[in-house]
């Protein structure tokens, strides 16, 4: 089984939101969902629900990796577990990056929006 | 509240598959908390904030489970298919057994589960049908694009502030450049005459609706043409001879040939250069059916004066702009029109924007709510016959409940099993109702023939299976979950010992079925009230005075185009010959024509200028007609004093005019009108006659009237002239030779819209007839619903008091005695039922005042007829299980009583 990053491609929004989030730092769970709320107010919210689902997605397919909690996350009897991308997973989602930008900056797509600003 | 939340919470979690669970389950709970600590740290959090964010967590949750599920049973299909989950067995197991269990409940008992499904059917199928005919007709937007954005100009004045006159061509010329709150104004001639007699490819002539329109009025409704372009501001002169042509009328009338764009085509003896043609998509709302447009003369002077009102327009608002912010410029608007035009006629008018889509679907609107309020009170009557049906069951029931708690079932179990009888029950009826719906709404759309706005556009879709799919659970949850609760919220020892004495069984429930019933009573007289109240209103409406007499009437139009009849005398020749020609057919006794018929509402409202026997000058605003021939004769218009046109009033004598007994008692008082002077549309008339009143409006309604002779007045203008002709037989008989009259004068010409006068008035009514044979439809069936459920209560009652009954017939009661409690029991509910129903009905009679017409919605011979009807309903169905309770043999209800 090839590890090429493409094969995941393309992300679905949250996918991408979560991986981007985990591409640059350890987070729990409620911490991505804080990171995306502050890197992404203008996408949907990310539930819980929807946050587990995606992260036990992403552990099977390995693009994170849980690692050890850090030394200054509190101490109380509540689990948290905290999680990074591997090296896969940034490639992915540099691949997505990339991808989105190319879509983007197409001709076609900027005529489209410079036309609906006309309209505007 | 933390716990109720968590709890909540860790319950979806726990119902997670357990390799999931195991993983992440904790974590969850944890992020889950840590979320809501943050919020509660926050400052302006409120209890409310707190709530939406578990509602939210819960939702993404049961979504998550959701997936979660499905993604491992793919994985463990994949691999291996007996592995299944074990909860998850268990629950399609549950599932299972509980809807074999109910299947065979239903089946068990079924003259139960058909009265259920009907019952549930009918209320469902007819909520269906109304809401798909709302839904299409009111709530639908307009078929443009934005259509929140488009207005409907009309003229209004101080004195009429909700006025929808048309308007002057300045004005709406001043708001289509002046007021910077319109994108754009799409200026419209609706005036009636613009149409246009056209060879049709079966080589008869077919008259078609020809619309003028301003240069910017499809730019307005954001509509470009399949073929070619639309009008330029050039082109708005009276002498621009080009048209767009509807798609219909290309195909119709040019048999699609792509290369007409920039040919010409003859219409009404003229040469028109074809420039466009519109799509097949593009259908005209404001004006209906349209087959061409041509450009409207906007140049200023002409008709384009400052009193001449004729015009309308559609216009668009900028994006995010009120119709408030347009009102307010074009109010200030008119103070600079009055500048411009110091001496225009009334100087206090304004031109008034109205939402497109309210000025569309108008009147139609009272209608439809009260019908989607009427289905909805029979879908709750539905459910409350069901619900009552089930308690009762429920009921005989409690000893089969008590004996699966009493062997270990959990209670969730219990309600579940109940949930899903009465799920099976509200889904057949929902099928059921569902093709009930079907056949409703082209039964609604059968007899409701023109009498909606819009309503070619209703047609069934698939929205409205999920409307019956949402009403169905809705129902069945009402209806199923009250019982299955109350059912296992008893305690098992009581219970056990209430079931144990046959004749005390379920006390609370039968009150509370008691009640059920009393309530369903007291809707279905809220409904016999409306229905009444129409019915009253209706028939008033049939018998108010017309002032003519519309029977053995046949009206139609014939249109003499300008090009072929361009002289006075040639229109007046053609009318006198025509006439002439249909006296002579067999059958027809008078033959007459006018400008407009009555009960049509304004059309023509011109100045009454005259003297007053003081010298004063003063002026009235009556409408004119122009008429020829036996008008009044045909519709029975009586003559009061002097004389009626005669062929002597020509073209080139005195100018004279008779006047309806209305304006001649306003005008004159008690004194002779005969004689009199009086000026109106520019020229100066004599008193000859006056005549009867006539109904304006279809109300009965009656307007002050100037008649005058198209002999004499056909120099103003061409008349489009509707001929009215009395004959002995039926009208419609003579429709043909008409046509073949005609053929003989001019083939050219065409008997446009033949209707009987009594069909002009029928369509006047037929809404309201639409609104109340569905109002009796809905009332018959809460009726019949109501004394299903006093009938079924007081059944019920009897079988359970067998016991007592015997006890007491053996103590020696007489069974006149007996049938009175039973009796007794009927007339409390129906008395109960009916004095909440009125004081519902009297608390709701508002809502029908739009629709009312000569009867107050608080008719006191209405409330007491729908009391004596109820009354008389409840104790017919009480009087059955009554006689039933005192033929019980004493020894078979004392041995038998107990194990009832």
Sequence with gaps: ?120 | MTDVSTRIIAAIIRRFPSPFRERFGAEMLSAFLDQRDALVAGSTTSSLTLWRHTVRTVAGLLRALVAVRIDQRRRLESIDPDHLDHHERALMRHLASDARHGLRALRSNPAFTIVCITTLALGIGANTAVFNVLDRVILAPLPYHQPEQLVRLYTASRQAPTGRNVSRGPDLVEARDGINAFSSVGIVNLYRETGVDLLGRDGAPHRVRVLPVGADYFRTLRATPLLGRTFTRDEERPDARVVILSHELWTDFVGGDSSIVGRAIDMNGERYEVVGVMRPTFSDVVAGEVAAWTPQDLQAGGSNNASDHYLSAVARLRPGVSIARAQAELTAMSARMRERYPDGPRNDEYLRAVSLHDDVVGEARSPVYVLMGASGLVLLIACVNVGNLFLARSVSQTRDIIIRTALGARRSRLVGLRLTESLLVAAAGGVLGSIIAYWGVRLLLAVSPGSLARAEEVQFDWRLLVFALVVTTVTGLVFGAAPAIRATQSNPSDALREGSRGNTTGRGARHARRLLVASQVSLAVVLLVGTGILIRSFVARQHVSLGFDPANVLTFEVHTPIARYGTPEARVRFHELYQQRLRSIPGVRRVGLTSWLPTNGDYHQWGYEYVDDAGENRSLGPQVRVIDGDYFESLGIPLITGRRFAPTDRLETTDVALISRSLAKQAYGDRDPIGRRFETGGREFQVVGVVGDVANEPTGAITDMVYLSHAQFADDRNWALTYVVKTTGAPVEIENAARRELAQVDPGLVVYRPRPMEGVLARHLARERFTLVLMAVFAAIALSLAAVGVYGVLSYAVSQRTHEIGVRLALGALPAQVRRIILREGVAIGAIGTATGVAGALALSGVLQALVFGTSTRDPLVFVAVTLVLGGVVLAASYVPARRATRADPLDALRNGNSQ
């Excluded at chain 1, 995306?36 to 929807?50: C, E, H, K, N, T």
């Design chain 1, 1 to 120: 089984m090839g590890r090429n990053p493409t094969r995941f491609l393309p992300l679905a929004p949250l996918d991408f939101q979560v991986l981007t989030l985990l591409g640059t730092r350890e987070l729990h769970g409620y911490g991505i969902v804080q990171a995306a709320q502050a890197a992404f107010p203008a996408q949907p919210l990310l539930d819980i629900g929807s946050l587990y689902r995606i992260i036990s997605r992403m552990l099977d397919d390995r693009l994170i990796r849980e690692v050890a909690a850090p030394q200054d996350s509190p101490n109380d009897r509540r689990t948290r577990r905290y999680y990074a991308a591997t090296e896969l997973g940034r490639a992915v989602v540099r691949a997505e990056a990339t991808r989105l930008r190319a879509l983007l900056a197409s001709p076609a797509t900027l005529s489209l929006l410079s036309l609906l600003e006309a309209d505007r």
